[in-house]
């Protein structure tokens, strides 16, 4: 029931009401669920922010792991013996530069053969080995003996070598 300030004197009156109408209530009331309806997505919006900042961060990390990881993986050898064929295939051995690394010894069919006959040997190679030493999985021609770029240098990645079927056997002995 509303509330009325009211006096007269003589002919004149003078009326107010006093508090609000049920409409200026209502209007009062939709006003605070828009705001505070405002204030939730406001909210909703900075916590995906930070949601996404987070995995964005969670994805650089790991693939700053990754990156060590190959890096820790990747090595450089030396061409010590090359018997490469195009129509027999053939084998080369690497051996790690200053490193105490096993020897690698690669056996290429017919069809693989083809993408080494530009290695001499004393050839430099830059070789990232797979997860566990199980295999190759990059293989990089850095340069000749002499230290020349080589002509046609072989750059072979991870699908390469699964397209290949490349074998890599680390011989036992350590020289």
Same mark, same amino acid.
């Given at each position: 029931?509303?509330?009325?300030?009211?006096?007269?004197?003589?002919?004149?009156?003078?009326?107010?009401?006093?508090?609000?109408?049920? $409409?200026?209530?209502?209007?009062? =009331?939709?006003?605070?669920?828009? =705001? =505070?309806? +405002?204030? $939730?997505?406001?909210?909703? $919006?900075?916590?995906?922010?930070?949601?996404?900042?987070?995995?964005?961060?969670?994805?650089?990390?790991?693939?700053?792991?990754?990156?060590?990881?190959?890096? $820790?993986?990747?090595?450089?050898?030396?061409?010590?013996?090359? +018997?490469?064929?195009?129509?027999?295939?053939?084998?080369?051995?690497?051996?790690?530069?200053? %490193?105490?690394?096993?020897?690698?010894?690669?056996?290429?069919?017919?069809?693989?053969?083809?993408?080494?006959?530009?290695?001499?040997?004393?050839?430099?190679?830059?070789?990232?080995?797979?997860?566990?030493?199980?295999?190759?999985?990059?293989?990089?021609?850095?340069?000749?003996?002499?230290?020349?770029?080589?002509?046609?240098?072989? %750059?072979?990645?991870?699908?390469?070598?699964?397209?290949?079927?490349?074998? =890599?056997?680390?011989? %036992?002995?350590?020289?």
């Amino acid at each position: 029931m509303p509330f009325y300030f009211r006096f007269g004197i003589g002919p004149l009156r003078f009326s107010q009401r006093l508090g609000r109408t049920q $409409a200026q209530k209502r209007a009062a =009331a939709r006003q605070r669920a828009q =705001a =505070a309806q +405002s204030r $939730a997505q406001r909210r909703e $919006a900075r916590e995906l922010q930070r949601q996404a900042i987070a995995a964005e961060q969670a994805r650089m990390e790991e693939r700053q792991r990754q990156r060590e990881d190959h890096d $820790a993986r990747t090595h450089r050898y030396r061409v010590i013996t090359c +018997s490469v064929d195009a129509i027999k295939g053939g084998e080369f051995t690497l051996e790690a530069e200053g %490193e105490d690394l096993n020897p690698i010894r690669i056996r290429l069919d017919a069809k693989s053969a083809v993408q080494f006959l530009s290695l001499k040997v004393g050839d430099i190679i830059q070789v990232t080995l797979a997860p566990g030493n199980t295999g190759l999985e990059e293989f990089r021609h850095i340069s000749r003996a002499d230290g020349a770029k080589p002509q046609f240098p072989v %750059e072979l990645t991870s699908a390469d070598m699964r397209w290949l079927g490349l074998t =890599a056997n680390r011989s %036992e002995s350590g020289g």
